[in-house]
């Protein structure tokens, strides 16, 4: 069985600048959640992608988007980056409805 | 989704008991108490779920008194690899209309020999 994984591992984006993140679910998940954690805090939901739609948003602008893949991979793009957007930004899998998210080891984005 | 409270540190020595308390005073009918723990720069992992009463798994137990309006994660026998941040989580469970998990700043446990 697969575990979750990410790419890239870490990454350097100037203000401005457009970002997009990857991510594989675990074998078998249907759904994909992506958070967002800034150093000292704890995750903060993004959003959460089922069948490839979006199924549920956190407080986050529009700048913020995202995409899953027929075979449950996921992509989340950030426009118009900010400095505040560096953060760990994590990927979790899981059968929808399910608390036992299985999450990734995440990205490191710096914004400069 | 209901707000949780727990201390933002403890600390404990090798083979001691560990006892996180989380408040949840809103928790509703539906929801499930969930544990997390995160080491530095890697992602939560799930710990232990419950709903009511006691639950233990081989990693730790959860209490949740009849009121639900608290739960107390026990750690038995804390080795230095435990020294992590903990996360106490509430919401709707297995089959519920959202999966979305809500995280506060969690509790940083360090464990010392």
């Known amino acids: 069985e697969t575990g979750v994984t990410q790419s890239p591992t870490h990454l350097i984006k100037t203000r401005g600048q457009q970002v997009t993140l990857r991510c594989s679910s675990q074998?078998?998940?249907?759904?994909v959640s992506w958070y967002q954690q800034a150093l000292g805090q704890g995750p903060q939901f993004i959003f959460q992608?089922?069948?490839?739609?979006?199924?549920g948003r956190g407080n986050f602008p529009p700048r913020f988007s995202g995409l899953q893949f027929p075979n449950y991979s996921s992509e989340l793009n950030v426009n118009a980056l900010e400095l505040d957007d560096s953060a760990l930004y994590l990927c979790?899998?899981?059968?929808?409805?399910?608390?036992?998210?299985?999450f990734g080891p995440g990205t490191r984005l710096t914004v400069l | 989704l209901a707000k949780t409270t727990q201390p933002i540190s403890m600390d404990s020595y090798e083979g001691q008991e560990v006892n996180i308390t989380c408040s949840h005073n809103?928790?509703?009918?539906?929801?499930?108490i969930t544990w997390y723990q995160q080491f530095p720069s890697q992602g939560p992992r799930f710990i232990i779920q419950?709903?009511?009463t006691k639950v233990t798994n081989e990693v730790a137990s959860l209490f949740i008194p009849a009121d639900r309006k608290s739960s107390t994660l026990s750690l038995p026998r804390v080795s230095l690899s435990d020294t992590a941040v903990y996360y106490c989580?509430?919401?709707?469970?297995?089959?519920?209309?959202?999966?979305?998990?809500?995280f506060g700043k969690g509790t940083k446990l360090s464990v010392k020999p």
């Open positions: 979790a899998s899981s059968w929808k409805g399910s608390n036992e998210q299985f």
């Open positions: 074998s078998g998940h249907n759904t």
């Open positions: 992608y089922y069948r490839e739609e979006e199924n």
């Open positions: 809103n928790i509703a009918t539906n929801d499930y």
């Open positions: 419950g709903y009511k």
């Open positions: 989580l509430v919401g709707e469970g297995y089959g519920g209309s959202q999966g979305n998990l809500i």
